[in-house]
């Protein structure tokens, strides 16, 4: 049997960035272990995102704070009706200027226009 991971500083919180858990000297032997759920790029999470809500969440760690979630990603958010099955891919908005966002599972689009917040994540207005 294999030894216990160690634990973690408890300021990381549920969701934590890599480069955040090596600030407060977590080993990146540890952020590799078992225990922790990769669901983005950079970011670890103690338990498996299990809803829309929970991975939006994770995925935010890593995203510059004007980010919003939009298309086809905000409507099941807010769940509304899709008339077409959705491929897969997040997609993002970031306000026009800024850089459109790059990342493996994510679909970037730029463009301003009214926000809300839904169960604690931001997303486009219908």
Known sequence: M??????LPEQ???VFTVSRAL?????????IRPDLHRPAHGVRTGAAPATLVEQL???AAVLPPTTVYSHATAAQLLRLPLLHPVPPGI???TPPGSPR????GVIGHRGS????VVH???CTDP
């Open 12 to 14: 990381l919180g549920a």
């Open 101 to 104: 966002i790059v990342r493996a």
């Open 23 to 31: 600030e407060f000297g977590v080993g990146a032997d540890r952020l």
């Open 113 to 116: 226009g009214a926000e809300l």
């Open 120 to 122: 604690g994540v931001r």
């Open 91 to 93: 997609h993002v908005r």
């Open 57 to 59: 969440r994770s995925l």
């Open 2 to 7: 294999g030894r216990r991971p160690t634990p």
